[in-house]
């Protein structure tokens, strides 16, 4: 017995890696379910962020006297490259340059305006790019503009004044003086951020919780007197270094502010400094968890108070972002920022959208941080541009918007990564167009190593026919350059599951994208 009772825990684990390999070796299951509506993905999901910051806008979407640039000087090959992209929101000038930034610099004629030092960046300002020119922009791109005021060294008066000259449609001075430069109608902006990352000490006039929640209480009233069909974001906390008080700042914030603001920002920059691959990939936990708290504290806010209004979450930056990421504020702008993206950062543009759409009841606004060169899907130089292996999955999930999202249930292969929660190794998101009666089942397989069959069926409705979008390679560090930016590119193909079978078996690759689009019968 004695001898028996020492063989018991080796013979428990090994029966416990039976199991596990059991497991492993079942098919995962995908269950979908048209009636199990999330809520709609909204289209400002697929925004972008431009900031005054490396080569973003000048020699990114405007150089003037470039061969390649509009009477305008935006770049013809870019503005195309945008329009591909499906970008439906743009946010600027900032980011920390907004901090310092006053938007009286960059109107006017171009040769009169003040060349300014950027105390953000450590650049020089040359303000040729300002309101007007960036409204006009995106007018070009299709794209909803989102102006961020300056919440750091601004004014309540300077943020008032703002929505004042670009939509007031009366005669006033400034509504004049919009007209004098150019654009008689009101340019009507609709989503003006409250301020950037204030909570972090890196920013310009960087403030407590109290002090920023009483300066954008009255820059918010300030604004909606001149223009009372606004829409408010507040500067949620991006500081998530382990002695900020991120929750603190949050609850503070939407309790302060929460008859005057319709989104709370949230943003999320994620690195693979391990060179762990399966490790990188679970940083979907970290989103999932930011999502889910900050949700129960808009709930918390609003409970019980009738004039609160309906508060959304904004992800207005996000992206991969840790190559060029050096210590302090100027360092980094001497980077340019001008981060090189390979083939597992793509797959990462898959993680953050299938988190967002499992929340689109609550996500409502998400920016990719940024547009051109500055950890951007698209770069440039005088002569041309490629686009970065991020392009295409930001291009494909775009096609979604206006969808409902589907609650979907997955049973899957499991791993832990590292001592937190497991996760299962496909990540899977799923949305449904009424119109059409398609399926898009969106999976990501975080396995690096394993393809992993799934049972995949439909209660809506059995599955005519499917077309398959998907992403792999071989090397997950495969990355684009000029003249070669056809490496990692999606390839695309039709099947037929069996006729009147609501059922159907799919292998996803391992550390593979892939995007099926079911038409229900």
């Known amino acids: 017995m004695r001898r028996f009772l020492a063989f018991l825990p080796a013979l428990v684990l090994f029966q416990g890696s039976l199991e596990f390999l059991a497991a492993q070796s079942r098919p995962a299951v995908i269950k979908i379910d048209s009636d199990r509506v999330i809520g709609e993905v909204d289209a400002h999901l697929f925004g972008n962020f431009t900031e005054h910051l490396g080569r973003c806008i000048y020699g990114g979407i405007f150089e003037e006297g470039s061969p390649l640039a509009d009477e305008n000087g935006f770049r013809k090959d870019v503005l195309a490259a945008v329009q591909g992209l499906g970008v439906t929101m743009l946010r600027w000038p900032g980011g920390n340059f907004a901090s310092g930034y006053n938007w009286m610099d960059g109107i006017g004629p171009r040769d009169q305006r003040p060349a300014r030092r950027d105390d953000a960046w450590g650049a020089l300002e040359s303000n040729r790019f300002g309101t007007d020119e960036f409204l006009k922009y995106s007018e070009r791109v299709g794209a909803e503009p989102y102006l961020c005021i300056n919440a750091g060294l601004g004014s309540v008066d300077e943020a008032r004044k703002w929505v004042e000259y670009c939509n007031e449609p009366g005669k006033t001075y400034l509504a004049d003086l919009r007209r004098k430069n150019g654009h008689d109608k009101p340019w009507g902006v609709k989503y003006w951020g409250l301020g950037n990352e204030i909570d972090g000490p890196w920013q310009l006039g960087h403030k407590n919780a109290e002090d920023y929640a009483t300066f954008a209480l009255e820059a918010a009233k300030a604004m909606r007197r001149a223009d009372e069909s606004i829409q408010l974001i507040a500067s949620g906390s991006s500081n998530f270094g382990p002695d900020s008080d991120w929750v603190g700042w949050n609850r503070t914030v939407l309790d302060r502010l929460k008859t005057e603001i319709d989104y709370i920002s949230l943003h999320t920059y994620i690195g693979n400094r391990d060179n762990n691959f399966e490790k990188f990939l679970a940083v979907s936990r970290d989103i999932e968890d930011r999502i889910a708290v900050v949700e129960g504290q808009i709930k918390a806010a609003r409970v019980g108070n009738p004039n609160a209004r309906p508060i959304h979450i904004a992800f207005d930056e996000w992206n991969v972002w840790y190559r060029t990421l050096v210590s302090g504020e100027f360092n980094i702008g001497r980077t340019g920022l001008e981060e090189k993206y390979n083939f597992e950062d793509a797959l990462a543009m898959g993680m953050f959208f299938n988190s967002f759409i499992r929340h689109a009841d609550v996500v409502k606004m998400a920016n990719l941080a940024q547009l051109v060169n500055v950890i951007a899907p698209i770069f440039t130089n005088k002569q041309g541009l490629y686009l970065q292996t ?54 990501l397989n975080r396995s690096e190593k394993q393809d992993i069959a799934a049972q995949i069926s439909s209660v809506s409705g059995a599955v005519g026919s499917a077309n398959v979008w998907e992403l792999n390679h071989p090397d997950l560090k495969a990355t684009h350059t000029f003249g070669n930016d056809k490496v990692v590119r999606p390839v695309t193909r039709t099947f037929q599951p069996a006729a009147q079978d609501k059922g159907f078996g799919y292998t996803f690759p391992k550390h593979s994208l892939t995007i099926l689009t079911l038409q229900l019968n």
């Open 390 to 443: 991020i392009y295409f999955p930001l291009a494909e999930y775009a096609k979604q918007r206006g969808h409902q999202s589907l609650d979907v249930f997955v049973q899957a292969p499991e791993y832990k990564p590292d001592s937190g929660r497991a996760l299962s190794y496909l990540d899977v998101s799923s949305t449904y167009d009424p119109k059409t009666r398609k399926v898009f089942l969106n999976v």
